[in-house]
């Protein structure tokens, strides 16, 4: 237990310094993350895994120190449109940034912001609102040979009526692999995926379709084999499901969805249970800036098993100034004995231990440090180390509570979509290593 305040003591140390490394030396190296997006963009995933990433943080870096520094915003949205989607691209961000770029006055550098804006419009789906800004620069500058170019593109491009692309099931959450494919026509996106997860030996599949209604809102109706986050406890679900979403893409999400079918444990000797349910989820940035973010997500699940009514309720509130972080999570699940949903428990270092129950408490703190800032080596640009302290336990009525506490550092590769993490949290039973690769919360 000495050995562990000590650590406590320590890590709030480290905690409560706040010094930026090298803060003002980021307009320098803005030139190398250019060079890394020119060079290795596109050149497929392991490339981009290695290189890419570091582009993004030294951008990132620079708005931190200047959230007005005009070429940083410039080269971030490039990166927002060239990157892949498995390593943040982006058009509407990239439109975010460059709508709110003043004219310089200098005919070749605003040519390229248009040229930019008009190319983030077009992934973005907005075509004629790429043609109209190109057309518009052009009635200042006539003969600008990049606009004029950018524009002839545009309008060389016809719109396809069908489109099929695959896509990756990365295990953010869970240890899960897979693949899919999707068409679309019109309004209408059929899809068909297939997945293994590897910790429960459990295949999942999915036969749906999306009908969009508007860029930012659609419905979808299908058949799905899938991971369970909706009855903590259980680990699949496997029957016909409905969903209304708007998501903006730019931190506002929302959804209604539907569900009926089955629901099980994969284990042979639990047997599945049938349900029906409604769950409502919302997520909002209450603040968002370059390095500062506020933002909370919640959802609701009300459903029936058995004849009996059961209610699901999470709550998670992540923060970050800079290179510190915090979590707050809150769950509470209201239930009768046909069911048997539980947390567990969310600690690091506690993960692996069998205490569940229906109230879910966690808060975390962490700071993090680069490495390897400005490293031209592959994957050294992005490799970062932390320091972090979780709270929380999962419980069932006051007399089963019991607050569990962990310490503990690791090293992490920080990319703007996931995180790749390798810790050793520290408790009071001992050491324990944490393996995570989870999406970003923050």
Not at 60 to 86: F, T, V
Not at 122 to 133: F, N
Not at 192 to 215: M, Q
Request: charged share 20%.
């Amino acid at each position: 237990m000495k050995k562990v305040v000590f650590i406590v003591l320590i890590l709030i140390l480290v905690l409560t310094c706040g010094v930026s490394v090298l803060a003002g030396e980021t307009g320098n190296n803005q030139l190398l993350a250019e060079g890394i997006l020119e060079r290795y963009s596109g050149r497929g995933f392991v490339p981009e895994l290695a290189y890419l990433p570091q582009a993004y943080l030294i951008l990132e870096e620079a708005l931190i120190s200047d959230p007005n520094d005009h070429n940083a915003q410039g080269l971030m949205a490039e990166y927002l449109i060239q990157a892949s989607e498995l390593f943040g691209h982006h058009p509407k961000k990239a439109i975010k940034i460059l709508e709110n770029l003043p004219f310089t006055g200098d005919e070749e550098l605003d040519a390229l912001t248009t040229c930019h804006l008009g190319r983030a419009y077009y992934l973005d789906g907005q075509r004629e609102k790429a043609l109209s800004t190109l057309i518009k620069f052009l009635t200042i500058y006539e003969n600008n040979e990049a606009v004029t170019t950018e524009l002839a593109k545009n309008l060389a491009k016809e719109e396809q009526a069908f489109q099929a692309s695959f896509y990756p099931i990365l295990p953010f959450d869970e240890l899960v692999l897979g693949i899919g494919v999707t068409a679309k026509y019109k309004q209408i996106s059929p899809n068909i995926s297939g997945s293994y997860e590897i910790e429960r030996n459990l295949f999942y599949y999915s036969l749906s379709g999306n009908y969009t209604i508007s860029p930012l809102t659609w419905v979808e109706l299908g058949y799905f084999r899938e991971n369970n986050p909706l009855h903590p406890g259980y680990h699949y679900r496997d029957g016909i499901r409905t969903q209304f979403t708007y998501n903006n893409c730019l931190g506002s999400y929302f959804d209604v969805a539907l569900f009926g079918g089955e629901i099980g444990r994969g284990d042979k000797e639990k047997e599945p249970v049938n349900t029906k349910l409604v769950a409502i989820c919302a997520e909002k940035y209450l603040h968002d800036d370059w390095g500062k973010n506020l933002s909370c997500s919640f959802s609701a699940a009300f459903g029936t098993v058995e004849k009996e009514n059961y209610q699901v309720y999470r709550l998670r509130l992540p923060a970050r100034y800079r290179n510190y972080r915090g979590l707050l999570a809150l769950g509470y699940i209201n239930q009768g004995e046909a069911i048997a949903m539980h947390f567990e428990n969310e600690v690091r270092g506690y993960r692996s231990d069998d205490r569940h129950g229906a109230i879910l408490l966690l808060l975390s703190l962490e700071r993090s440090f680069r490495l390897f800032r400005y490293s031209q080596k592959p994957f050294l640009g992005a490799l970062q180390w932390r320091v972090f302290t979780d709270w929380g336990t999962v419980y069932n009525d006051k007399a089963d509570f019991s607050l569990q506490k962990s310490v503990g550092a690791g090293i992490f590769y920080n990319t703007p979509l996931f995180d790749l993490c390798l810790d050793l949290a520290f408790t009071e039973e001992g050491v324990e290593p944490v393996f995570e690769l989870v999406g970003k919360v923050f």
